[in-house]
Nanobody, 124 residues
Framework: QVQLVESGGGLVQAGGSLRLSCAAS????????MGWFRQAPGKEREFVAG????????YYADSVKGRFTISRDNAKNTGYLQMNSLKPEDTAVYYC?????????????????WGQGTQVTVSS
């Protein structure tokens, strides 16, 4: 089992920045790929960014490419999502997830462990 806890969400004006953290406990965090997903009211959960177990591979949704950066510190069992140039359409609950190092980072189905989510609200 891997337990994930997100933090760092909040209210920010458009153009601002936030840094989300995902603290992992339980099994060895470095054994897992990690992803960030988000879900806005009335919409399906969508992929935001993913990073391989070693940190050597990253992948981003087109909507956040160039604005968001995913990273991880396996020594600290923590993953991060740096979000810059935030837009109102980035408003959602953000979830971190961990999954076995196989398959596509974008595939929601690959992730067996999920955090409880953290709210990000971007005002215009």
């Amino acid at each position: 089992q891997v337990q994930l806890v997100e933090s760092g969400g909040g209210l920010v004006q458009a153009g601002g920045s936030l840094r989300l953290s995902c603290a992992a406990s339980g099994r060895t965090f470095s054994n897992y790929d990690m992803g960030w997903f988000r879900q806005a009211p009335g919409k399906e959960r969508e992929f935001v960014a993913g990073i391989g177990w070693s940190g050597g591979v990253t992948y981003y949704a087109d909507s956040v490419k160039g604005r968001f950066t995913i990273s991880r510190d396996n020594a600290k069992n923590t993953g991060y999502l740096q979000m810059n140039s935030l837009k109102p359409e980035d408003t959602a609950v953000y979830y971190c997830a961990a999954g076995a190092p196989m398959g596509s980072l974008r595939d929601l189905r690959k992730y067996g462990y999920w955090g409880q989510g953290t709210q990000v609200t971007v005002s215009s």
